[in-house]
Nanobody, 123 residues
Framework: VQLQASGGGLVQAGGSLRLSCTASGINLDDYAIAWFRQAPGKGREGVSAISSSGITTNYRDSVKGRFTISRDNSKNTAYLQMNNLKAEDTAVYYC?????????????????WGQGTLVTVSS
């Protein structure tokens, strides 16, 4: 099982990025997906999660209204659209998956992890 995260980069505050998480070795239809991030010197925190069907989503408070999680099961890919980025969003972003209908935003809930993609927001 592999999760490949991509789409990170350097962006100015107020800008946008879209992260992608493509899975191989599993049928993503059966997996809940989440995005986590880890800023320098800090712990890994849950950002957003989406159910296997895509119907249920949740977000940490600091990104509500700015980030949107989605998935395209036909492409075995999940996305995180990030708008109005702030300097405090700077982090390595990881996607994670678990064989379940829904999961929350705790890292212990997820079995499979991608390698991370760096997002740097300049102020």
């Amino acid at each position: 099982v592999q999760l490949q995260a991509s789409g990170g980069g350097l962006v100015q505050a107020g800008g946008s990025l879209r992260l992608s998480c493509t899975a191989s070795g599993i049928n993503l239809d059966d997996y809940a997906i989440a995005w986590f991030r880890q800023a320098p010197g800090k712990g890994r925190e849950g950002v957003s999660a989406i159910s296997s069907s895509g119907i249920t989503t949740n977000y940490r408070d600091s990104v509500k209204g700015r980030f949107t999680i989605s998935r395209d099961n036909s492409k075995n890919t999940a996305y995180l659209q990030m708008n109005n980025l702030k300097a405090e969003d700077t982090a390595v972003y990881y996607c994670a998956a678990d064989y379940a209908t829904t999961r929350g935003l705790h890292r212990s809930e997820y079995r499979y992890w991608g390698q991370g993609t760096l997002v740097t927001v300049s102020s």
